[in-house]
T-cell receptor, first 114, second 118 residues
């Protein structure tokens, strides 16, 4: 079956611009997660959704970052007034309640802020 | 707070050698899950194994084996007879154990880059 998909695969933007990153989870997966991976580092948690609501947004670095999942499926991560330090690969994952928190990851969106 | 330490940044081996990747974790939770993920050069994280903190039995899957020792808070991963295709970055991760129907974030280590050469 189809895995987690993320678009775009690459995004180049200028400092100060607004960007949106999209994640389409595996069909039927109720939980959706966003992580950020900087070069040479492990993924760092940003936020996760259980259904439509953000169950834990403790990893969002500041109020420039926001995510939504209005219908409990597709999610969008939104970054306002981008900074060069936001450059990273943004990973999305999804899971289903009967797989013991086994998270399936998408290919990521590489964001470059110039 | 949860923490995962992978002290080995890079390991290089020659094909057919055995290699062990170390993982040490910290958590205040009494029940938790431990994971290993593989990130090949293509970049997509691939799930390898999940271990519940209640289950300390070692596990073997083909050339892969995992040694979970709660007494030392370690969850090490061994590849037997390594192959070039094993070259990747390997991440150890930790999450709290869940009640049915809930989810939890993963806390990752910084990864170990494994290079297998001919």
């Amino acid at each position: 079956g189809a895995g987690v998909s993320q678009t775009p695969s690459n995004k180049v933007t200028e400092k100060g611009k607004y960007v949106e990153l999209r994640c389409d989870p595996i069909s039927g997966h109720t939980a959706l997660y966003w992580y950020r991976q900087s070069l040479g580092q492990g993924p760092e948690f940003l936020i996760y959704f259980q259904g439509t609501g953000a169950a834990d947004d403790s990893g969002l670095p500041n109020d420039r970052f926001f995510a939504v999942r209005p219908e409990g499926s597709v999610s969008t991560l939104k970054i306002q007034r981008t900074e060069r330090g936001d450059s990273a690969v943004y990973l999305c994952a999804s899971s289903t309640r009967d797989r013991g928190n086994e998270q399936f990851f998408g290919p990521g969106t590489r964001l470059t802020v110039l | 707070a949860q923490k995962v330490t992978q002290a080995q940044t890079e390991i290089s081996v020659v094909e057919k050698e055995d290699v062990t990747l170390d993982c040490v974790y910290e958590t205040r939770d009494t029940t938790y899950y431990l994971f290993w993920y593989k990130q090949p050069p293509s970049g997509e994280l691939v799930f390898l194994i999940r271990r519940n903190s209640f289950d300390e039995q070692n596990e073997i899957s083909g050339r892969y084996s995992w040694n979970f020792q709660k007494s030392t808070s370690s969850f090490n991963f061994t590849i037997t007879a390594s192959q070039v295709v094993d070259s990747a970055v390997y991440f150890c991760a930790l999450s709290e154990a869940l009640t049915t129907g809930t989810a939890s974030k993963l806390t990752f280590g910084t990864g170990t880059r494994l290079q297998v050469t001919l």
